[in-house]
């Protein structure tokens, strides 16, 4: 799987799979997309596969993903920025590390009351509100 066509499509598998909680399908699609992507894999790709794993239980690598998409996480649409610092608290909190759950829940709440009020954004605040 080495063309555009093909990393998107698995990557678009991967995001509708988190919708679903389909997380062992969800896994798989971004594994695919991530170790295969010509182009590098995209962070919402990486942040998906922590989302995966944390609900699958694998916690060092959920927690390995979550740190490589922290390191970019302040240029991230704020939906995502939402998404991934609640991932990174249930993170946390599985791995024994409550401090660093609850810096992650401070930034998550600072996000979401900084989300824009229209439809879309209101969705994405729900959304994220899910990972409560």
């Known amino acids: 799987m080495d063309s555009r066509g093909a990393a998107d499509a698995a990557g678009a598998l991967g995001a509708a799979c988190i919708r679903l909680a389909e997380w062992q399908r969800a896994l798989a699609a971004l594994d695919l997309v991530i170790e295969h992507d010509p182009d590098g894999p ?9 989302i995966a794993r944390e609900r ?10 979550i740190d490589a998409w ?9 939906d995502e920025q939402l998404r991934g610092y609640l991932c990174a608290s249930r993170i946390f909190v599985g791995t024994g590390e409550p401090a660093l759950a609850n810096e ?6 600072a996000t979401a009351r900084n989300l824009p009020s229209d439809p879309v954004h209101a969705a994405a605040l729900l959304e994220g509100s899910a990972w409560l």
Do not use: F, K, N, Y
Not at 56 to 65: F, K
Not at 104 to 109: K, T
């Open 42 to 50: 995209d962070l919402v790709h990486v942040l998906h596969r922590a």
């Open 70 to 78: 922290t390191v970019s996480s302040v240029a991230r649409p704020p």
């Open 104 to 109: 992650e829940l401070a930034r998550a709440i």
């Open 56 to 65: 699958l239980g694998a916690l060092p690598e959920a927690r390995a993903d």
